[in-house]
């Protein structure tokens, strides 16, 4: 952290930003300019992030120059984190699938879209047993049930599960079950949950926040790191912005970026990114190009009908035909990392 | 709500959407004129807010009329619910302050401030024990020991404690010790949490999420509602833009409008409204024209050493003066309820 | 500024940027330390502010310490500037009201509307000849017609007028009328627009930009300010937000923040700032509260007939209604000013 | 547009919004129901948008079912619109690189650059002679003889030119010289200047707005369209939303959706929408994956020493990588089109 100090700043102001840098265990290196002071602060400043320099009087202006963050960090950790899901591997190149329904209806329903699913290439069933909705009135999830069956439509297909844990309460419940378990982003800072799913060992799908930051949505991956016990799955799906032609505004942007500041892997959710099922596929291209891991994406047998997020699944021929082109990029992908290679 | 079919719309996609709402136990109220076809469905809609009549063919649009929360809303409960917190009334026309640190930072600290709150005419303490931080390396807050210390601060200076409850396992030991428990901005939509505290009868300070709508934060408190048990003081306290001058954007607007759209209290918070304390003692004056219930405000005896937030912290002088000048408001304001008494 | 370098920067790379800092002709304070270097700019980095040194190997980052504005700015001028509107004072103390139609609709209209504004205390007259219209098929303006009418209205009840230009081409018709020439907020970063106005004399109400930082607003106040010739009068009136339930969100924080970092007066526009005819008098009271040195709102002696802007119009009960609550603010804020007067 | 009234709306209500309907020209259709009355407004509802039904007693809501926007929309004209450059098609399937500086800084930058571009693939060269700066005291550019220098450029390597008109007296300069007229973020609502442009002829790039909603970015569009002359090129350069870790939220989301809604062309501008030069390439290649027409690129033959931009532009070597990868990218959407054929 680097304090600026006012050209007008006095001798006693000054004094005062440096003992309190003293009180608080850090080492100082003192640049004396003929236009202003300005104080490097030496030492682990992670723990001191709330110290209010900029409070105190004759202070222009504090920068910080390292992360907050460091176990979900590239410096940490410069090459790539491969998540093994069970034996199927996030992050090592290759581009792994997820697609399921919203939600859990019932056996025959994600039996039904569990071979959907399948058949298009996926590897990973998703599926909410619990669900976050906005309105008390609305459809709650089925719960234990419902995870009951999406594990038994998995296995019977030889796929793999993801599916949200809401509260604390539930994780044992659900770590029964799934494979992943994933964080909704209503909950990105819900910090007792991300420290305690961050104790399972299992793999943790992070969904950033609705208006979380790349820097909070590290932060909150942190806390799921510091265990040292599960991996995180980055997954972008979509920030709360101005438009409305859109339900969110799909931050592509971020697949390249979290990959530089991050060693984890990222996939992207088109389908609650763009909100609108036929602008799915041309999204779901569009993250393959921009160097997501995989993808995840929200089908049904019947999206008219579905009880959820109807509007933005995908029916069984969309689908089929959005994992074609989604191919296409990923052999078109290879051959740019093979240019690289060259490099 | 309206379902609008396209002007081209044929008959067969009228019936199909017919026979959904059928199926899901509505009736219709069937409007065919020489443009287009619309449809009323008559009913309680707000168990079927999921159906994706917008995904069947021939449907233009579909119109939400009725909202998804109900003993929210001032619809269903006209006047004013008055929130007493063991004998202080919020909402019932007086102007209420709750003041005191970010954090509890030990016995004497939170003794101090609660000495200055009292001072200046706050009748209810706040300060955090459990705290949402950004960063796992952050200050985590004193926890159970902090509530024991607020809890003695106030009754020492008889005053009413508020305090923030992270998640469900923390009720218990929170409510021991606090009168209102509050909800933090990151747990606006932690529904399970929401339903939790509304069954403990306690008073709820519900803060609106950091990208929350107004009708997302009305819906957040029909889940503390639905239990009637537990009455809502809302918490305005800043919203999220792309605005970096200030903190957050205050948005003073939702006062009046969630006064229009339900029937508990508002409340108003500048201090993480603006996160700059020399901000806060006119957005607190704007707070109470704009019609507020009361204030929640941050201060500290010596802001330049707050373990956080101290950049939006008042001390004494200037918490002592923003008092002065909030009672000369609500004073004005008395005087503006009488104009309207008059008509 | 400040440029940060890396803490493994090298020699020829902190050489490199030193040149490039001789090259544009600053001078420059090195600090090394034991971390890292750190580079103070000496000299006006307001010309260079394009120079791209984040770029350079090396470089951690660049921290701007000056703003780039300059006449705009409070440390240059550190009294509070009166602007004189042809004897209506605008930022002395007093509470300016400029009322009337968004657009002018005829003669009689604005006459009728000019009478009602007068009769509430407006002592300037609103009202629009161009309008900046979202779809060419709107209605655009009664243009010069418009302007005649509403200079004949304000003359006959002794009003002063202000009314929008919208390019260069029409400031000379448009000053031939109006005493003070509004920038629409959809024209804040018209450079060229602002630079000619600039240059009348004439007071400028410079609208902030739907999605206007506060620095850009600052800025693009220094476009008009470099003439030396027209004062600036800012006017807040809201900013594009994820929110809907209002048409914009309200930013009063802007009106303290602006006070502290400019000497030109700032009213508030709280009929553009909600959207809502039954919002506007709340906030119409906490703009006073927060500071304003005025007020503009949009009345309508028959707000469901207006040929814009119908929702957020005030017919002439209402309209008096909000200025007696007005009046009543800006007697308690007389109070409040002498409170800091003791001090 | 529909109007729906409140349940309890009376007959008096009812009549006083038809009487309002039929006087401003308009038939209606009359649905009476068990709930509630709806009226259907039959006719040309572009010319009647500011009539506030809204503001009516018994009014429930009102709904536009139509756009305001009409030669601009796919409805009216449902095959693809293929603008031609001089020659070089936009829209016709073919994928357009135009490449070239921020700002015109001489006559050896820009034909060092020309050459760049020109070796990398691109068809159209950029580079701005009238710079809209957020401060006064910024590079302005070289104006006219900028405009001269690209053209000879240009000619040079056989390429066209596209460069920004930022006001209405500059059309003619610009229109000399350029082949594409640009219309910047800042100018989208410039409504004065997109009426004027439209006339010329020329092709115009639409830059979105930096708070430009995709409704009102159609909107723009048809200001220009309505002279029937010049053909529109949208250009998506990313939105301004919390995220600071980015200059802009690149919306790529945004490439089908105007695909779907308009039939004008679209090309996407990573440069701007990212801000950091190492995110360019990915998001250029994500670009062409969501089914943009083009691209348009910032480089520089030494970014450290641009005269503006210089983080976002990209030098030789990292130019003809990102085309190398580019043009994978459309070969592989060559493919994917292909697919769609065979369907």
């Known amino acids: ?22 009180e608080i265990g850090l080492n100082v290196q003192i640049n004396k300019g003929s236009e202003q002071v300005v104080l490097g602060l030496i030492g682990d400043t992670r723990h001191i992030q709330d110290v209010a320099f900029q409070r105190y009087k004759g202070v222009a ?42 939600s859990i209806e019932g056996l025959d329903q994600i039996r039904e879209t569990a071979r959907m699913a399948k058949a298009g290439g996926a ?7 619990y669900k976050p909705r906005t309105s008390p009135y609305a459809f709650q999830g089925l719960e234990e049930e419902g995870l009951r069956y999406i594990r038994q439509a998995a296995d019977e297909f030889d796929m793999k599960v993801i599916t949200e844990v809401m509260d ?46 790349i820097d909070e949505w590290l932060n909150a991956a942190e806390y799921i790191a510091v265990s040292e016990k599960s991996p995180v799955i980055f997954i972008e799906r979509g920030i709360r912005t101005y438009e409305t032609a859109t339900r969110n505004t799909f931050d592509l942007s971020a697949v390249p970026l979290i990959k530089k500041l991050s060693h984890f892997p990222i996939i992207v959710d088109p389908s609650h990114g763009t909100g609108v099922w036929d602008l799915v596929t041309p999204m779901a291209r569009a993250g393959v190009a921009a160097g997501a891991d995989g993808l995840i994406v929200e089908i049904h ?26 191919n296409v990029m990923t052999e078109a992908m290879k051959k740019i990392n093979e240019l690289k290679g060259d490099k």
Chains 1, 2, 3, 4 share one sequence.
């Open 61 to 102: 202006k504090t920068v910080r120059i390292s992360n907050t963050y460091k176990l979900t960090s590239r410096e940490f950790h410069p090459q790539d984190t491969v998540v093994d899901v069970d034996g199927v591997k996030i992050g090592d190149g290759s581009f792994v699938t997820m697609a399921g329904p919203c």
């Open 123 to 129: 590897k990973i069933l998703r599926g909410g047993a």
């Open 1 to 22: 952290m680097i304090i600026i100090m006012e050209p007008e700043a006095t001798h006693e102001q000054i004094d005062t930003v440096l003992e309190r840098i003293q």
């Open 301 to 326: 047998p019947d999206p008219e009908k579905a009880w959820s997020d109807g509007p933005q699944s995908l029916n069984e021929k969309n689908y089929l035909k959005m994992m074609k082109e989604v």
């Open 168 to 213: 604390v309460e539930h994780i044992e419940v659900v770590a029964k079950y799934a494979d992943i378990l994933q964080i909704g982003a209503r909950n990105m800072q819900n910090f007792k949950l991300l420290a305690a799913v961050g104790k399972t060992g299992k793999p943790i799908g992070l969904k950033r926040g609705i208006s979380g930051t």
